[in-house]
DNA sequence: AGCCGTCATGTAATCCATTACATGAATGGC
DNA sequence: GCCATTCATGTAATGGATTACATGACGGCT
C-alpha cells in the first residue's frame, strides 16, 4: 500500500492553508481564482485523493448505499441492481450490497445492524415481505426505499409496477380469447407482488363471471424456481378437469409450466395457454416466445436510487409512492381457446 | 438519523476508560474477567456500535473488498458474485460493486482511482483483457485477485478453470461422434477464455488432423449477445459448405445458434449439433438440453475472496494460481453425424 | 479620518476509535 | 524487605478532512 498523499501535502506545495485546499476542492468559494488555480495544480500533481475515511467521519455520512437483495442469479434483481448502480454512481454513491437469501430472514433488529454497522446514508430493499411492519420503524429513522416488493398500508417509500391491474389485464386477455378454465401459478412467498396478482387474477375471473375454483390455484415454492414451475402444473394438469390456460406470476414458473406441459403431452399455445410474468431476456430466446407482462426493472431501479436521493438530501416534496407502467405482450404461448370436439 | 452512542458513552456507562473499552471488544486482552462483563453489558445495553469511518480512518483500512463486474444481467456472473459475497462476509467484509459494462474502458488511471477513492482493501476483477499488461502495476501495490479472465503471461494472482482442456474435450467429443466441419461461435472481445477456447478448438482439430478452415470461424459480439450468437450461427449454415456441428464459447451464444438453426429449418441436433459452454440455470429450462461444459461459477467466487482474503493479511504461501475442474456435459444438442445419402 | 463590512486566508477544534506510552499496583525472586 | 517484572488500566496522541472562528487587508461611507 503506497502512502497516501494527504491534503497537508497539497497545501505545502500550493503554498496555502490546508482550508483553503478544502475550500478549492470542495468548491465552496471565497478563494482567489489564481490561488484555486496553484491549488488545483497542486492536487493535480500530487494525485491527491481524499481520504474518505476522514471526510465520512467529519462530515457523519459514509456515501454509500446498501442494497438488500435476496439473490442475484434471477435476472430480475439482475437488472434493477444495473439501475440502482448507475445512478448512484452518478450522484457519488457507492453501492454496497447485502444478500439476504432468504426475505424471511429480515427483521428489525438485523436491519438495524446492518445500517449502524455499514453507515449507510440509505437504504433499498428489492423483496420486503408484505407484512413486515416493522420496516416502518426504521424507515422513521434512516432514509428507505422498498422497490418492487413493498410493506402493504404502511407509509414507507416505495416503487413498483401496478401487479394487481396488470395481472388482470394480463387474464382478462386470456378470457378475451375464450379461455373459461383459468388456472394461477403463484409463489408460497409472502411478497405483495404476488398477493396483487393472485388479486388481479380474481378480478378478472369476477369481471368475467367466472367463479373462483380454489383447485385452480397452485403454489410453486417461494423463490420463483423453475422446478417448482414444473411441479405446480403438474398438479394442475392432472386435474379431472384441467385448466386450458395457466397465469404464471413469473416468467421462470412460466418456463416451468411450459416444460411440463410438454412432458405430459401437451402443445403450447395449441393444447395450453401461458403466461408469464417481467419479461425477463430469455423469454424471446426460444421457441415459442413467451406471452408475459413486461416490467422496467431497470428503470424501477433507477427510479429507486432517485427517490432515495431525495430523501437523504431532505428535498421538499419528494415522491413516496411510485408506479412504473407495465406492458402486456402478447407473444406465442397463448392462442384462441378452441374447445376440442 | 439518530443521535449515535460512542465509545465514550459506553466508557463512562461501564465506569472505565475508552481504552479498556476498546480492548474489551476487539479482544486484546489485559483485561479482568469482570470488567470485560462490565463493558461488554454497557455496550450491549447501549446497542453501541463502532463508528466505521473513525475505525478506518486509525487503522488505515476500510474492509472494504471492491469487484469490477461487467454486466449483472448474465448469469455467469451473478453466481460467480455470489460465491464473493458469501465469502467476504464471513471474512468480515463488505463488496463494493463496480459496473464496468465495457472491460475496455478500464485502465490503470481509472483502477487506482477506484481503489484510493473507495480505499479498499482489495479488488477483484471479473473480467480484465488477456493483454491488460498494466494491472501487474496495480497488483504490485494493493491486493488482487482476478477471477474467470485474466491477464496472459503475467504473474498477477487468478482463478479459472483450464479453458482450453475443456474447450479441446468438448470439441473432440464432436470429433469422436463422427463431426468432421466443426465450426466454432467465438466473441470479438480480448479475455483470454476466448482465446483459450479458440485454442482448445484447435488443438481438438489438430489431433484428429482436420485442417483448420478459417471459414468455420465466426466471430459474434463482444458481450455474448443472443442476437449475435444468431447472426454468426447464420453466417456459419449459409456457408456453401456448411459444418455439422458447431461449437460456442458461451451458452448464450448457443442458444443463439439454435435459434438461428431453427429459423433455417434445421433440427438440433440431428442436422446440427451444438456445444455450449459455461452451464448457466436455463440450459435445462427448455427441450433441447443444451450439452455444455460446466463451470463452477459459485467456487471461482468463493476462492477468489479467499484467495484475496490470504494476500490481505499477507499469509505466507498463498496460492496465486489455481484451476478449478470443469466437466463437459452431454446432453441433448449433440448427436452422432449421419451423412445424408 | 475613522468606522464598518466584505473578502481571502489562516489557525485550530472537531469527528471517534485505536493505541503508544504512562502509571500504579501486585507478584515473585533473591 | 527490596527491586524487577507483569498486569490492569488510564491519558493523550493519532489518523486526515472539514469548518467555526480569527485575522488582516482593503474599499466605501459619512
Known amino acids: 500500500m503506497p502512502r497516501m498523499v494527504k491534503i497537508e501535502d497539497v497545501a505545502r506545495a500550493a503554498g496555502v492553508s490546508v482550508a483553503t485546499v478544502s475550500r478549492v476542492l470542495n468548491e465552496q468559494g471565497h478563494v482567489l481564482p489564481e490561488t484555486q488555480e496553484k491549488v488545483r495544480k497542486a492536487a493535480d500533481e500530487l494525485r491527491y485523493q481524499p481520504n474518505l ?15 438488500l437483495a435476496p439473490n442475484f442469479s434471477n435476472p430480475y434483481y439482475s437488472n434493477v441492481l444495473a439501475g440502482i448502480c448507475d445512478v448512484s454512481r452518478n450522484l457519488g454513491y457507492s453501492t454496497l450490497i447485502y444478500n439476504t437469501y432468504d426475505s424471511n430472514a429480515l427483521d428489525q433488529t438485523l436491519v438495524t445492524h446492518l445500517f449502524q454497522k455499514n453507515r449507510a446514508d440509505g437504504m433499498i430493499t428489492l423483496a420486503i415481505n ?30 413498483s409496477v401496478d401487479n394487481r391491474s396488470a395481472a388482470k389485464e394480463s387474464v382478462s386477455m386470456l378470457i378475451a380469447q375464450g379461455h373459461r378454465r383459468i388456472g394461477i401459478v403463484t409463489s408460497a412467498n409472502r411478497y405483495l407482488s404476488s398477493a396483487n ?10 369481471e368475467a363471471d367466472i367463479a373462483r375454483d380454489e383447485s385452480l390455484i397452485a403454489y410453486a415454492s417461494a423463490d420463483y424456481s423453475f422446478a ?3 411441479q405446480a402444473a403438474r398438479e ?16 421462470i414458473l412460466a418456463l416451468g409450466v411450459i416444460a411440463a406441459a410438454g412432458k405430459m403431452g401437451l402443445q403450447v399455445p395449441w393444447d395450453l395457454s401461458v403466461t408469464g410474468f417481467d419479461d ?5 430466446m426460444f421457441h415459442p416466445y413467451l406471452t408475459t407482462v413486461s416490467v422496467p426493472c431497470y428503470d424501477l431501479g433507477r427510479r429507486s436510487m432517485q427517490l432515495l436521493y431525495d430523501q437523504i438530501v431532505q428535498k421538499p416534496g419528494a415522491e413516496r409512492e411510485v408506479y412504473l407502467p407495465h406492458k402486456v405482450i402478447v407473444r406465442e404461448t397463448t392462442a384462441q381457446y378452441a374447445k376440442q370436439q
Open 280 to 284: 425477463v431476456d430469455y423469454t424471446t
Open 197 to 206: 396478482r393472485m388479486r388481479g387474477y380474481l378480478d378478472a375471473l369476477e
Open 130 to 159: 408484505r407484512d413486515d411492519r416493522w420496516l416502518t420503524q426504521i424507515a422513521g429513522k434512516y432514509p428507505l426505499v422498498q422497490c418492487s416488493e413493498y410493506v402493504e398500508d404502511e407509509p414507507i417509500p416505495h416503487i
Open 53 to 67: 475515511s476522514a471526510r465520512n467521519l467529519r462530515k457523519n455520512e459514509s456515501r454509500i448505499i446498501l442494497i
Open 228 to 230: 417448482s414451475g414444473k
Open 236 to 251: 394442475l394438469l392432472s386435474l379431472p378437469e384441467p385448466p386450458s390456460a395457466i397465469f404464471c406470476v413469473s416468467d
